[in-house]
Every structure is written in C-alpha cells, then in structure tokens.
C-alpha cells in the first residue's frame, strides 16, 4: 500500500507522522512524509520517503508573524486566531505548491487536522482513502474531560458540546485558507469553513492520546479513535554531552524549556528561570529551543540544546515545559511530574489534564508565568509531589502501543 503523510506544522506536528511512517513500513507499506523543509533529516533518517513543503518551519517560527503567534498570544484568543491566520496565509502557496502534484499517487492519505481540507480534495480528485489524524482532541463533545475548552471541565453537560462546535467552527475559518488555496490550484471553487466542517465530518479520524489522558466520549462514537500516544525512538547514535552527563549525575536536577514557543523575551525569561532555580534550591536544565533561552546563572542553570526526550525525562525530577502534546507525552511516559506554561492552542488543555490526573501542578498562561509559580512548582518537584501518580500514569503509558493500534486500524481502513 503507497501512503502519503501530509503534515503541516512544527516538530510536534511531524514527529509523531515520522513515528507512524515507520510503523507503516515496518507493515509493509511505502510511506512518504510531506513536510516543512527542515525536516528531511528527520524523516529521512529513519528510512521514510521525504517531499518538501517548499519552506523552513524554523524560519517561519523566528519571523515577526511566527512571534506573535508562539510568543504574543497568550493574553487573548481573538489575537491567537488572529495571528495564526496572519501565518497560515503566508504559507499557503508554498503547501499547496508541494502537495497538489501528489494527487493520485497514495492508495492512503493521512492528513493533520490542519490539513485535513486540503487532502480531502485532493483524494476527490485523485482518489484513495483518507484518513485524519488530531494530537489533541478536536471533536465536540459533552464529556469535560475530552474538550479542548470546556465551559464545564468537570462535567458532563450540553454546554461542553456546544463549546466545542463553537471552536470547531472557528478553527474551521482559520484553516480553510490553506484548503482553498489548493483546490483553486485543483481546479475546484473555494468551500471555505462549510469544506472544512464536511471533511472532518465525513473524515474518519486518529487521536493520538493515551485513553488514560483523554478517554474515549461516548458521543464521539468510536470518531476518533483513541490509539495511544505515537513516540519515535530516540536516535541511537545519540551522545549526550559530558556537562550535561555530570550535571545531572551530581544531584536530582528539573527541566524547564518551551520547545519551539519562540518569544522577543529570552533574556528576561532566561533571568526569571534562574532566580527561580535560584529561591527553590533546585538545579535547572534550560533547554534553549526556538526562542534561543539562556542564563548566566552557571551555578543553578545548564542551558542545553536540542536532547531527546526520551533520554533526558527519566533523569530529571519534573518538567516545566510549554505543553504541546508531544512534551507532554514524553514526560508522561518518563513517569515524572510536569508543570505546563500554555502559549497557544491546545496547551491549556493539555496543562488542565496533566493537573487534573494528578501528574502535575496547576498550569498557568504565558502572560502569567512568574518566579513565585516557577519557584512553587520546582520545590513540589524537590518534595516529590505527584511522583507516585506520575511513576504510575507512565508505567501504563509505556505499556501502551499507538503506533502499533493506529497501524492496524489505517489497514483495516484500506481493507
């Protein structure tokens, strides 16, 4: 079977793609990865079939439009959706200039939710079967604990529905620029967000969760399926850093980094994460990320680059970190507690849920990080609060197969 994997987005948008391609080729398939340019040497690496998008996430995320999105949004939703339109309408040709000669060469299309328009024209025209995948929960529902904003987190209620068809709608508006663009590029007339809200529709769709974080709703209807999380393996030829090896050999160390959340404050939030290691008595590992975070503060600071998940989690005593799926999960599955510094987007949910299982401490919002929270939430850290919980959560996590699920379920789609 010949699977095309069209995903649009940051590392935590094409990981989990990358970890998926590989599961399907261990099936048998011939998987290839449409993505940003900077990640050829991702996929690639892993043996997977590699298409450019025709642009660098990376410069995308350090441009004007890409800071005040990742680093200027925390305050107001109508700025977030504002500045995510702003970005996704600069890069519109450039996706649909990569992804519109692909049409009829997959037997199976797997899309992200943000392109799930997109591909469900080009598999019209093309043919093959489609499938979506979401890495945080998009559905409506009435179920508190599966929305992405809830009115009524801890219930059940017709408002959490109502809600999510709101913010479905919304998200719809944002992401159909990119679906226009190409089927204009197909021949076809613009749907605008009505296209969009009928291909997730008709769409059947993954949730690459664990249902121990995000149990199946009722009223979903089996529409996502909830497969478990889809981790990469870490690079085997990975040597970490004799610094970093002794740093954390010496004494229980935290992590705190915001991965690609890039921000015009690194300086001062460098200061702020230092001051707090500082007060908690608690060493900090600082991984740079996108927004290129430092700290002159050598004694209780070891900034760090780019480390595997994986590698690092089991080794540190929590994780403070923005709260994209990914991060979260990895943490997660490490067993240790999390702290979330929500940006944008599905952050916050995955903040209240990392609270809500007892994993971790009550996150907070960009805009209201500061040195009492971070000192709070590392001295919890050195207490060992939320140890045991977590230590269990990621004993049934690593238990887990999503990959393995969401490979028999994308056969059985094409069966």
């Known amino acids: 079977m010949r699977v095309n994997v069209i995903a649009a987005g940051s590392r935590g948008d094409v990981q989990p793609m990358v970890a998926l391609g590989v599961g399907l080729q261990r099936a048998g398939h011939t998987v290839t990865i449409c993505a940003g340019d900077d990640f050829e040497p991702l996929v690639t690496s892993h043996g997977v079939g590699f298409v450019p998008a025709g642009l660098r996430i990376d410069e995308l995320i350090a441009s004007e439009l890409g800071v005040a999105w990742l680093g200027e949004s925390s305050r107001s939703p109508w700025h977030e959706l504002a500045a995510m339109r702003r970005l996704v309408e600069s890069t519109v040709e450039g996706y649909a200039g990569a992804w519109v000669p692909l049409v009829g060469s997959a037997d199976l299309w797997v899309s992200g939710f943000l392109t799930v328009h997109a591909v469900d024209a080009m598999v019209a025209v093309g043919g093959g079967r ?73 769409t059947p769709a993954l949730l690459a969760a664990s249902p121990t974080v995000v149990p199946p709703a009722p009223d979903w209807e089996g529409n996502p399926a909830v497969t478990g999380y889809w981790f990469l393996d870490d690079d085997p030829g990975f040597v970490p850093d004799a610094r970093l090896v002794s740093w954390l050999g010496e004494e229980r160390t935290a992590y705190v980094g915001f991965g690609s959340m890039s921000t015009r404050e690194a300086r001062p939030l460098g200061e702020l994460v230092a001051r707090a290691a500082r007060a908690a008595g608690v060493r900090v590992v600082l991984h740079s990320g996108s927004a290129g975070l430092e700290s002159h503060d050598h004694e209780w600071v070891q900034a760090v680059g780019a480390v595997p998940h ?46 809500e299982l007892g994993v971790g401490a009550r996150p907070v919002r960009r805009h209201a990080l500061s040195v009492e929270w971070l000192t709070e939430v590392l001295r919890g850290f050195a207490r060992g609060e939320g140890a045991e919980r977590a230590r269990l959560v990621g004993n049934g996590i690593r238990r887990e197969d999503g990959v393995g699920r969401a490979v028999e379920l994308l056969t059985t789609c094409v069966a």
């Open 130 to 202: 489609h499938v979506t995948t979401e890495f945080a929960p998009m559905r409506p529902t009435r179920e508190g604990w599966a929305g992405l904003q809830p009115p009524l987190p801890r219930r059940s209620s017709v408002a959490n529905r109502v809600a999510g068809q709101a913010l479905l709608r919304t998200v719809a508006s944002v992401i159909a620029v990119a679906g226009d663009e190409a089927r204009v590029e197909m021949g076809l007339p613009r749907t605008g967000r009505r296209g969009v809200l009928d291909a997730v529709r008709r």
């Open 310 to 355: 994986g590698w690092l989690f089991p080794r540190v005593s929590g994780a403070v970190h923005h709260g994209g799926a990914g991060t979260t999960a990895a943490a997660l599955r490490a067993g240790v507690p999390q702290a979330v510094v929500a940006h944008i987007g599905d952050q916050p949910f995955w903040g209240r849920r990392v609270w």
